[in-house]
């Protein structure tokens, strides 16, 4: 165990709000210097949380991205700026949080999280904070942080809707006493009268699996890439990570383990969901292929029943005289912000089988959305229908815009 | 009535409508007429089996229906069933 750390006096007039506060004081700061956070991705959630967490003095932070700064992260990822973009996120982060306090330790992590490296790096530290963008790395940060006994502080967004929790830390359910034992009628009444579950503080809490066992099947459920995100969204849930992630360490107040708190920016309301310990989880003994547990399969073993199609190769065989039906797969919402001038029909990716009678069998059809995603979906169902020959644009009209007609904005 | 509570991922498949008041005593006959209504999230819900899918949670006030009686969890008048699909955030394509 290493000495612990004492406050200098910079600091103690750097977090003299903190220390006023009868629940942390000089004690509860001390925690904090010595405490340690990972902080999986540097995006929407990540922002908020090394900001504050940084702010509030956690002593050791480590950072893991593979990012680099783009412009159209910016309208919620607030720790990045238009001075870092090309930046790689990790190095853009640590100079800001440096910026906002100087006297805490900053670890990078430039790769991505995987199931050879997440053990040595969650080992490292105290808690890990979930801010990652895809279903493989969530399941694979739960994993690890139950493999690492460590507590994972959990935060999700999509379009205007949040989820946070708090995994594999203490406070949790249990059955009351004689519970196995009850009858179907004493169960039934116990249920009525809310003593079927009591919360424990001591009970070892859920973790992810105990809330969704399994992930959706790619593309069931759109991206925010494809549906959008409110930028204010990620900035009130990530604090939420970040308030959490502090009361662990303090181990003050009452977390959200046990319990799922769903936001809806909306209608502005928060809701509490009661997250029991699933009976029929398996136990996590091991980190697995969490691509392949995602349903995601490296692209050259897929077979595709159309042909693939890259913008520079489109382009050129339309200056040769190419004269394909084109078909925009997007929303109204992005074909206002960009539309190809030669769209023959938009139709969302969805929907895209209700408008088949109007495409011609006897001409090639080029398919097209933002970056090539859904219009692979919507070849596949069209292909299903029997049409043969089909074109899905790869990198669509994002690389369209970068590579052909760079007067076109990008978003 | 049952007052039933649609994520934005599936309100495209329920005319944009965040809620959806339908009639029931357990939750699978909820569930049921709420489909009749909108048969295009059925797909959404329910695997190749007719099961309700692992990634979709459905709660009765703030309890999850899989620590209940699941489809068969009885409905009182007034009760509001939400239904919370699993989120991750930014990639895609």
Same mark, same amino acid.
């Given at each position: 165990?290493?000495?612990?750390?004492?406050?200098?006096?910079?600091e103690v007039a750097r977090y003299s709000r903190h220390l006023i506060l009868d629940e942390v004081g000089i004690g509860g700061q001390t925690k904090l210097k010595n405490a340690s956070v990972l902080c999986v991705g540097t995006g929407g959630l990540g922002s908020p949380v090394l900001m504050y967490l940084a702010a509030a003095g956690v002593g050791r932070i480590g950072i893991i991205d593979f990012d680099v700064v783009d412009e159209s992260n910016l309208q919620r990822q607030v720790l990045h700026g238009t001075s870092t973009i090309g930046v790689p996120k990790v190095q853009s982060a640590k100079a800001r949080l440096l910026d906002i306090n100087p006297h805490i330790d900053i670890v990078l992590f430039?790769?991505?999280?995987?199931?050879?490296?997440?053990?040595?790096?969650v080992e490292q530290f105290d808690v890990v904070v979930d801010g990652t963008d895809n279903f493989p790395t969530r399941y694979l940060v739960n994993d690890a942080c139950v493999l690492c006994n460590k507590p994972n502080v959990y935060g999700s967004i999509f379009k205007f809707e949040g989820q946070a929790s708090v995994f594999n830390h203490v406070? %949790? *359910?249990?059955?009351?006493?004689?519970?196995?034992?009850?009858?179907?009628?004493?169960?039934?009444?116990?249920?009525?009268?809310?003593?079927?579950?009591?919360?424990?503080?001591?009970?070892?809490?859920?973790n992810?699996?105990?809330?969704?066992?399994?992930?959706?099947p790619p593309g069931l459920v759109p991206s925010c890439a494809e549906g959008g995100v409110l930028g204010i969204l990620p900035g009130v849930i990530g604090c939420i990570q970040a308030n959490e992630c502090i009361k662990i360490i303090l181990g003050i107040g009452r977390t959200l383990s046990g319990r799922m708190l769903a936001y809806d920016a909306l209608n502005m309301q928060f809701r509490e969901f009661k997250l029991r310990p699933d009976p029929d989880a398996k136990p996590i003994t091991a980190l697995i292929d969490y691509q392949q547990f995602c349903g995601i399969f490296p692209e050259e073993e897929k077979v595709d029943s159309f042909d693939r199609i890259s913008v520079q190769e489109a382009s050129l065989r339309m200056k040769e %005289? *190419?004269?394909?039906?084109?078909?925009?797969?997007?929303g109204a919402t992005e074909a206002e912000i960009v539309s190809l001038d030669f769209v023959d029909l938009r139709q969302p990716h969805t929907q895209v089988t209700e408008i088949a009678a109007k495409l011609p069998k006897n001409r090639d059809i080029l398919v097209h959305c933002k970056m090539g995603g859904r219009s692979a979906k919507a070849c596949a169902a069209l292909a299903d229908l029997g049409y043969t020959r089909l074109y899905n644009l790869e990198g669509g009209i994002v690389g369209w815009a970068k590579e052909i007609d760079t007067q076109l904005p990008t978003y | 009535m049952i007052t039933?509570?649609?994520?934005?991922?599936?309100?495209?498949?329920?005319?944009?409508?965040?809620?959806?008041?339908v009639s029931g005593a357990k939750v699978q006959e909820a569930l049921d007429a709420l489909m009749a209504t909108y048969p295009q999230l059925s797909k959404h819900l329910l695997n190749s089996e007719g099961q309700l899918r692992s990634f979709i949670n459905i709660y009765v006030g703030d309890e999850d229906i899989r620590f209940l009686d699941k489809g068969e969890t009885e409905l009182l008048d007034g009760d509001e069933l939400s239904i919370i699909p699993s989120i991750a955030g930014g990639q895609g394509a």
């Open positions: 165990m290493p000495e612990e750390k004492q406050l200098s006096s910079e430039e790769e991505p999280l995987s199931a050879e490296n997440a053990i040595r790096i406070g %949790g *359910w249990v059955r009351p006493e004689g519970w196995d034992t009850a009858t179907a009628e004493e169960r039934k009444a116990a249920r009525k009268n809310k003593k079927d579950w009591i919360y424990s503080q001591t009970q070892p809490g859920p992810y699996r105990d809330l969704y066992p399994e992930p959706p %005289g *190419w004269e394909p039906f084109v078909l925009d797969v997007r | 039933i509570r649609i994520p934005t991922p599936l309100r495209a498949y329920t005319e944009g409508k965040a809620k959806v008041n």
